[in-house]
């Protein structure tokens, strides 16, 4: 696989904005653009909360875990992850091996903003606050093994973009392995 073009993997807490972020990316970098949560939803015909709710978080993980094992290998490819798929082992470690992992970071301040937005997400039926704020502290410990970290805070989607372009650039003129 070329390392100039190896598939850059999306990482970062549900409702970060990995789809908008990863479709806006590819399509500035004229890349192919992935998403595996969409592809999981076409596999199955189905929303992502019936899929939790007549099979399991175990099998839409086995189903994630495949779909995403079959994306890393293409170059040229923007790979937008589900929150939880970084959780998987055998994609965390392809992911980091294979793809350039970004992690795209937010506050648990402006994350809490997004709330409204994101009530139908399966992990979040039923959790009090204080329970979410774990699960967002949980996962941030996961999403600690990246290649590159981009905040979000208070940026549009364009700029997040830009902000991953420059610091890409930046990379390669500093001859870091990217």
Same mark, same amino acid.
């Given at each position: 696989?070329?390392?100039?073009?190896?598939?850059?993997?999306?990482?970062?807490?549900?409702?970060? =904005?990995?789809?908008?972020? =990863?479709?806006?990316?590819?399509?500035? !970098?004229? $890349?192919?653009?992935?998403?595996?949560?969409?592809?999981?939803?076409? #596999?199955?015909?189905? +929303?992502?909360?019936?899929?939790?709710?007549?099979?399991?978080? #175990?099998?839409?993980?086995?189903? +994630?875990?495949?779909?995403? &094992?079959?994306?890393?290998?293409?170059?040229?490819?923007?790979?937008?992850? =589900?929150?939880?798929?970084? !959780?998987?082992?055998?994609?965390?470690?392809?992911? &980091?091996?294979? =793809? !350039?992992?970004?992690?795209?970071?937010?506050? $648990?301040?402006? $994350?809490?903003?997004?709330?409204?937005?994101?009530?139908?997400?399966? &992990? @979040?039926?039923?959790?009090?606050?204080?329970?979410?704020?774990? @699960?967002?502290?949980?996962?941030?410990?996961?999403?600690?093994?990246? #290649? &590159?970290?981009?905040?979000?805070?208070?940026? +549009?989607?364009?700029?997040?973009?830009?902000?991953?372009?420059?610091?890409? +650039?930046?990379?390669?003129?500093?001859?870091?392995?990217?």
């Amino acid at each position: 696989m070329d390392q100039q073009n190896r598939p850059i993997v999306l990482i970062g807490f549900m409702g970060v =904005g990995k789809t908008s972020v =990863g479709k806006a990316l590819a399509k500035k !970098l004229n $890349w192919q653009w992935v998403d595996i949560d969409q592809r999981i939803e076409q #596999h199955y015909e189905m +929303e992502i909360s019936e899929i939790f709710r007549l099979y399991g978080e #175990h099998s839409f993980r086995e189903i +994630e875990r495949e779909l995403f &094992l079959e994306s890393i290998q293409h170059s040229s490819t923007v790979i937008s992850t =589900g929150g939880g798929a970084f !959780l998987q082992k055998a994609i965390q470690e392809k992911s &980091l091996q294979n =793809g !350039l992992v970004i992690y795209l970071d937010i506050s $648990w301040d402006a $994350w809490t903003k997004r709330l409204p937005f994101l009530k139908d997400r399966p &992990l @979040l039926q039923r959790k009090t606050e204080v329970q979410m704020k774990q @699960l967002f502290n949980t996962r941030k410990a996961i999403y600690a093994n990246h #290649h &590159l970290k981009i905040s979000t805070d208070g940026c +549009e989607i364009s700029e997040i973009v830009r902000n991953i372009i420059d610091s890409l +650039e930046n990379r390669k003129e500093g001859n870091q392995s990217v």
